[in-house]
């Protein structure tokens, strides 16, 4: 009964909740979903809430609209702006990536309160409506499906994972240079998909209206939330050699790490031994534009001056001789952007920008 009367207050009140906010609505169903969309950066993708955005853009001297094309698209004022610029409704709305050479175009359905999803057990189902039935002459009432939107669970873009690509490709300056660097190779054959990688299934139920164990998460696991659950896509191992050790990493992503502009991945490795602690210099893993010869903007760069990405495979080698008993502590971690963009960027004041966030730590004895 509980449920009933929360479908009927969720009916008399969603034209209300619509004027002021298309997200505001899919709170009162999927509040735990919502409380990660509010801490994820598809909410603070806008100019109101992300400074490395901003400061790029400030910089910025082509195309502007390109740019507002994935960070706020659902933007028509500054409050939908810093509040909700990439709304639920938008994402969920999308149909098709169309390809391009510049850079991808989503696809929507204009269609509101039609909302494409992904669940396997029904994968095959289309236009599923809402539904009640009812049990002991009425006193029980159980709601099946939503009484504000239709659903679709039949869109292959959803479980594939290019329900993604329309923004998380890639984008070319007007040198025709790729500044993002994304363009993972999404098909069958992957393992792993934007989804499954970055909105794993954790637990809690994803609606108030049926309760389900888990849901996927909607804070997007990555560079700002949940950094350390994308270390299970990342295998490191040591070996020592006659000249020291060599440290080789293998990434099972689809896509290469660090790729993005003025991202930074750092592999910091110290040793202890007998009681004290060797530390490495770190490795530094990111790609450097250039133009004309020089390190350049990314909106300005022709090619790429220096790459030490990791792709498929990395190796590292040290000339550091290990002895017996060492114990090597490698971290694999990653600053949102370098130390020197920053200053680049007027952000070096802000510390948390260049922190490292840790990927991945293994421990190996010698």
Same mark, same amino acid.
């Given at each position: 009964?509980?449920?009933?009367?929360?479908?009927?207050?969720?009916?008399?009140?969603?034209?209300?909740?619509?004027? /002021?906010? =298309?997200?505001?609505?899919? $709170?009162?169903?999927?509040?735990?979903?919502?409380?990660?969309?509010?801490?994820?950066?598809?909410?603070?993708?806008?100019?109101?809430?992300?400074?490395?955005?901003?400061?790029?853009?400030?910089?910025?001297?082509?195309?502007?609209?390109?740019?507002?094309?994935?960070?706020?698209?659902?933007?028509?004022?500054?409050? =939908?702006?810093?509040?909700?610029?990439?709304?639920?409704?938008?994402?969920?709305?999308?149909?098709?990536?169309?390809?391009?050479?510049?850079?991808?175009?989503?696809?929507?359905?204009?269609?509101?309160?039609?909302?494409?999803?992904?669940?396997?057990?029904?994968?095959?189902?289309?236009?599923?409506?809402?539904?009640?039935?009812?049990?002991?002459?009425?006193?029980?009432?159980?709601?099946?499906?939503?009484?504000?939107? $239709?659903?679709?669970?039949?869109?292959?873009?959803?479980?594939?994972?290019?329900?993604?690509?329309?923004?998380?490709?890639?984008?070319?300056?007007?040198?025709?240079?790729?500044?993002?660097?994304?363009?993972?190779?999404?098909?069958?054959?992957?393992?792993?998909?934007?989804?499954?990688?970055?909105?794993?299934?954790?637990?809690?139920?994803?609606?108030?209206?049926?309760?389900?164990?888990?849901?996927?998460?909607?804070?997007?696991?990555?560079?700002?939330?949940?950094?350390?659950?994308?270390?299970?896509?990342?295998?490191?191992?040591?070996?020592?050699?006659?000249?020291?050790?060599?440290?080789?990493?293998?990434? *099972?992503?689809?896509?290469?790490?660090?790729?993005?502009?003025?991202?930074?991945?750092?592999?910091?490795?110290?040793?202890?031994?007998?009681?004290?602690?060797?530390?490495?210099?770190?490795?530094?893993?990111?790609?450097?534009?250039?133009?004309?010869?020089?390190?350049?903007?990314?909106?300005? /760069?022709?090619?790429?001056?220096?790459?030490?990405?990791?792709?498929?495979?990395?190796?590292?080698?040290?000339?550091?001789?290990?002895? =017996?008993?060492?114990?090597?502590?490698?971290?694999?971690?990653?600053?949102?952007?370098?130390?020197? /963009?920053?200053?680049?960027?007027?952000?070096?004041?802000?510390?948390?920008?260049?922190?490292?966030?840790?990927?991945?730590?293994?421990?190996? *004895?010698?």
């Amino acid at each position: 009964m509980k449920k009933f009367t929360l479908l009927l207050s969720l009916l008399l009140t969603s034209v209300s909740l619509w004027s /002021a906010s =298309q997200t505001k609505v899919c $709170q009162k169903c999927h509040p735990l979903i919502y409380k990660e969309y509010y801490n994820s950066i598809h909410r603070k993708s806008s100019l109101q809430n992300d400074m490395i955005y901003k400061a790029i853009f400030e910089k910025e001297h082509a195309d502007k609209q390109k740019c507002a094309n994935c960070h706020s698209p659902s933007a028509t004022d500054k409050l =939908q702006a810093k509040e909700e610029p990439i709304s639920c409704i938008y994402c969920h709305t999308i149909t098709d990536v169309k390809e391009n050479d510049t850079s991808n175009q989503n696809m929507l359905s204009g269609k509101k309160k039609d909302f494409y999803t992904a669940e396997v057990s029904k994968k095959n189902e289309s236009k599923v409506k809402f539904e009640t039935t009812s049990s002991f002459f009425g006193l029980i009432k159980n709601a099946k499906n939503s009484p504000y939107h $239709q659903i679709e669970y039949n869109n292959e873009n959803y479980y594939n994972g290019n329900v993604c690509m329309g923004c998380h490709s890639h984008v070319n300056n007007e040198h025709g240079f790729d500044v993002i660097m994304l363009d993972a190779y999404i098909d069958k054959k992957d393992k792993e998909t934007c989804i499954s990688c970055h909105m794993p299934k954790i637990m809690g139920s994803k609606t108030t209206l049926r309760d389900t164990k888990t849901h996927a998460y909607h804070g997007m696991a990555g560079v700002h939330n949940m950094s350390k659950s994308l270390g299970k896509y990342i295998d490191i191992s040591a070996e020592k050699n006659k000249n020291g050790f060599v440290i080789q990493i293998k990434n *099972q992503a689809n896509h290469a790490l660090f790729g993005q502009a003025y991202r930074e991945g750092v592999l910091q490795v110290s040793i202890s031994r007998k009681g004290k602690t060797i530390t490495l210099k770190p490795f530094i893993f990111k790609r450097t534009f250039t133009k004309n010869g020089k390190a350049s903007l990314p909106f300005e /760069a022709t090619d790429v001056l220096k790459d030490t990405l990791i792709y498929a495979k990395k190796s590292i080698e040290y000339d550091t001789k290990l002895q =017996q008993g060492d114990l090597m502590t490698v971290t694999l971690g990653f600053r949102l952007i370098s130390e020197e /963009a920053a200053k680049v960027l007027g952000l070096k004041n802000d510390k948390k920008l260049t922190e490292i966030k840790i990927l991945k730590t293994e421990l190996f *004895q010698f």
